[in-house]
């Protein structure tokens, strides 16, 4: 029994460590470009090995899509402590050094990939968003969010994906700016919503009363209102 027990582990070892090697080399190329000879080369065994463990290429990409939509979907755990737009800039840090460091595992999760149009990884895509849906509803503090709050926080998790996929191509804006400017997105949705709804507008006010004039929901104000002729030296 106890060799059994060894023997299992080390199949489960080897699994993870040719997930943690596939997934290393697909956040650098397409997954399409990477092949079955790469793999085993990288992780330092033989191409038949590989299939030992995973019957094709398929299964492995999506092993480890499974392992990146786990990591993508912990980016958004956050602490339930402090002002709800400082709680987004950092989520938005670890959600952006994510895609930056897994640039074409990123693109490939987001659109399948190898696997694209696959249920599987569809649902994995479906998990993530729904795992950073019901964060965010939590640091708002609302246990049965109304369908205006619902379609605000689902349109801005769905914005910071497009956002980071289109940033990929290039990286033209900062990451920084880009990170801040989207926790700005999230406020000028909720505004919006709150100008339609009192239900809205009370969440909204509720939520910038716990907010400092010089955190990020007080510089969107502050932007704004530099746009007025006139509304800066107002505002002194």
Do not use: C
């Not at 999506?62 to 402090?82: I, K, M, N, Q, S």
């Not at 914005?159 to 990451?175: C, F, M, N, V, Y």
């Amino acid at each position: 029994m106890t060799t059994g027990v060894r023997r299992r582990m080390a199949v489960e070892e080897r699994r993870q460590q040719l997930i943690g090697v596939a997934l290393e080399l697909f956040s650098h190329r397409s997954p399409d470009d990477v092949s079955i000879d790469e793999i085993a080369a990288a992780a330092g065994i033989s191409r038949p090995l590989v299939y030992h463990y995973f019957p094709g290429k398929l299964s492995l990409y999506e092993a480890a899509l499974r392992r990146a939509a786990d990591e993508l979907a912990g980016r958004f755990v956050e602490p339930l402590e402090g002002p709800l737009g400082a709680r987004l800039l950092r989520v938005m840090g670890r959600y952006f050094a994510f895609v930056d460091d897994h640039g074409p595992g990123f693109s490939a999760l987001m659109r399948g990939g190898p696997a694209a149009g696959s249920s599987r990884a569809n649902a994995m895509i479906d998990e993530v968003r729904q795992a950073a849906y019901e964060q965010i509803i939590t640091h708002i503090g609302v246990e049965r969010p109304p369908a205006r709050l619902e379609l605000v926080v689902r349109s801005w998790v769905s914005l910071a994906e497009s956002t980071a996929l289109i940033w990929l191509d290039g990286r033209k804006i900062p990451r920084s700016e880009l990170e801040l400017q989207l926790v700005h997105d999230f406020a000028a949705l909720a505004a919006v919503s709150a100008a339609y709804d009192a239900e809205m507008a009370g969440i909204l006010v509720r939520i910038l009363a716990g907010e400092p004039a010089d955190g990020p929901f007080g510089e969107l104000v502050a932007r704004l209102v530099a746009l007025v002729p006139g509304g800066a030296a107002d505002a002194r």
